[in-house]
C-alpha cells in the first residue's frame, strides 16, 4: 500500500461521539486525503491537504474536520459521529495536485451506531 | 456533476479469457484516468493510467484505451487469472484538479 498506514482499521462507535482517524504516510509525499466509500457511490472526496497545516475541503466535508501537523500524519475527525457517518475510510497521498496518481491506504471500517 | 460511470456492475469471465471493462465519463476537459484493482477488504490498487493525450497505453497484461470523441475508456486485461477477480473502477482527473470515481465493476474468473 505504498508506504500508508491507517489506524484503527475497525472501529465501532455511537452517535454522538467524537472520532479520530489517523493516516500515515512514509513516502514524504506532499499531498494526503481523506474519502469515504459507500455502496453505489464512488470515491468521495472529504478533505485534502496540500502541506503541513495546508488542508481544504472536498465534496462532503461537512460533519468532518482534518489536520497535518506533520508531513507524515494527516488526521480525519468527526465531532460528533452520526450513523450516516458509518462508511470505510480511505487515506490516500500523491506527489503533486496535478496529474499525478494517488495512491490509497488500506483504510479504516468505521461503523456508527 | 462531474461523473463517471462502469457500464457493467459486474462481469464473469472463463479464466484465460480476456476481460474488458468499460467506463464513461463526463468531462471532455478531463486530463488523466487512472484504472484501479481493489479486493475485498483492501485499499485501491493502482493498475495503469494515461493522460489525455494518449489514445492508448500498455502495461503487463493490461491496456487502457482512451476514445476522447465518446468520452469513454476500456480496461482489457489479457488471460485472465483468478488472482484477477476484484473490483475494478476508473478514476477521472479534470482540470480542477480533483479526481471522480466510478462505482465499479465486478470481476469475477470462473477456474
Known amino acids: 500500500d505504498a508506504g500508508i498506514t491507517q489506524s484503527p482499521r475497525h472501529k465501532v462507535t455511537e452517535t454522538g461521539t467524537p472520532v479520530t482517524l489517523r493516516c500515515h504516510q512514509t513516502?514524504?509525499?506532499?499531498?494526503m486525503y481523506w474519502y469515504r466509500q459507500d455502496p453505489g457511490h464512488g470515491l468521495r472526496l472529504i478533505h485534502y491537504?496540500?502541506?503541513?497545516?495546508?488542508?481544504d475541503k472536498g465534496e462532503v466535508s461537512d460533519g468532518y474536520s482534518v489536520s497535518r501537523s506533520k508531513t507524515e500524519d494527516f488526521l480525519l475527525t468527526l465531532e460528533s459521529a452520526t450513523s450516516s457517518q458509518t462508511s470505510v475510510y480511505f487515506c490516500?497521498?500523491?506527489?503533486?495536485?496535478?496529474?499525478?496518481?494517488?495512491?490509497f491506504g488500506p483504510g479504516t471500517r468505521l461503523t456508527v451506531l | 456533476g462531474e461523473s463517471v460511470g462502469l457500464h457493467l456492475p459486474t462481469l464473469s469471465v472463463q479464466e484465460g479469457d480476456n476481460s474488458i471493462i468499460n467506463c464513461a465519463y463526463s468531462n471532455s476537459a478531463s486530463d488523466y484516468f487512472i484504472w484501479y484493482k481493489q479486493e475485498s477488504g483492501k485499499g485501491p490498487q493502482f493498475i495503469i493510467d494515461?493522460?489525455?493525450?494518449?489514445d492508448k497505453r500498455q502495461g503487463q497484461r493490461v491496456t487502457v484505451l482512451l476514445n476522447k470523441t465518446v468520452k469513454h475508456l476500456s480496461l482489457q486485461i489479457a488471460a485472465t487469472q483468478p488472482g484477477d477477480s476484484a473490483v475494478y473502477f476508473c478514476a477521472g482527473k479534470n482540470t480542477g484538479n480533483q479526481f471522480y470515481f466510478g462505482t465499479g465493476t465486478s470481476l469475477t474468473v470462473i477456474p
Open positions: 494515461i493522460r489525455s493525450n494518449m
Open positions: 513516502e514524504n509525499h506532499r499531498y
Open positions: 490516500a497521498i500523491s506527489r503533486d495536485r496535478g496529474p499525478d496518481t494517488q495512491y
Open positions: 491537504s496540500y502541506g503541513v497545516k495546508d488542508t
